[in-house]
Structures are given as structure tokens and as C-alpha cells.
């Protein structure tokens, strides 16, 4: 068996407001960009997962430190069935995307060749009574 060199960070921010959604259909959004990852460094590289508050958005970066998504395939790589790899059913990323815009979410993706790649999830946060249960009861 070959020997990993792989390493996962995250840096995940305190005190985040929650989202409104579904966990397992966020959950597998999460692993499909990290299996992509994974497999795009062959398992040698760094994979780091970030939270933030931002201009109003809780935010979700994966970015990894791999060979990057060639500049033509950006375009394309939200599509059913596109691949860039020699196997997978190039659903993966189709699916996150709908998922995500399903959860009212952005999704983008940054890339450069030789440098990795970075996908970024924004959600609203969930509305006020939601985040403060104490202020629902009054």
C-alpha cells in the first residue's frame, strides 16, 4: 500500500450563527469537496477547512495544495457528468452545487494551476428567532 503524505487543518471560527438546513445534504456537500481534493493530490498535499463570518454569510472554504482545475475545465466542472478524471460518475460537484442553492448558498470555486484549488460555500444565517431560542419565548 502506498504511503499517504496527506494532512487536513481547519480552522473553524467561534460562535458562528447557524444555518438553516438540512445536515446530511450539507454533510455530503462537505465530503464530496474533500474526497475531490483527496483524490486530486493523489494523497500528498494539504487539505484546510476554514469557517468565517462574513458581510453578513457564514462562509466554508476547502482549498487544497494540489495540481489545481485546468483554466478551460472551471467552467464546467458545476455539470452532471463532467469530469476531469478518468473515473467518477461527474456528479459530485452537480450535485453540492444544487444542494447548496437549495440551502439559499453560493458556491465558487478559485484555482491556479500548480497551486490548488479553494471551493467557498456562503449561507444566510438563519433567521433571529432561530438563533436566539430565548428570544422566540417571549
Avoid at 462562509?59 to 495540481?67: I, K, R
Avoid at 497551486?115 to 432561530?130: D, I, K, V, Y
Wanted: net charge neutral.
Amino acid at each position: 500500500m502506498a504511503r499517504s503524505e496527506l494532512s487536513v487543518s481547519c480552522s473553524l471560527a467561534p460562535g458562528l450563527p447557524p444555518i438553516w438546513g438540512h445536515a446530511n445534504a450539507l454533510g455530503q456537500v462537505l465530503l464530496n469537496l474533500l474526497t475531490n481534493a483527496v483524490q486530486a493530490m493523489s494523497g500528498i498535499g494539504v487539505i484546510r477547512v476554514t469557517t468565517e463570518y462574513t458581510h453578513g454569510k457564514v462562509c466554508l472554504e476547502v482549498a487544497d495544495n494540489g495540481p489545481g482545475i485546468p483554466p478551460e475545465a472551471l467552467p464546467r466542472i458545476f455539470e452532471p457528468f463532467y469530469t476531469t478524471r478518468g473515473s467518477g460518475s461527474g456528479l459530485g460537484l452537480s450535485v453540492s452545487y444544487g444542494i447548496v442553492q437549495d440551502h439559499n448558498g453560493t458556491i465558487e470555486v478559485r484555482s491556479e494551476p500548480g497551486r490548488g484549488a479553494t471551493f467557498r460555500l456562503s449561507f444566510p444565517p438563519a433567521p433571529e428567532p432561530l438563533r436566539n431560542p430565548e428570544s422566540a419565548r417571549s
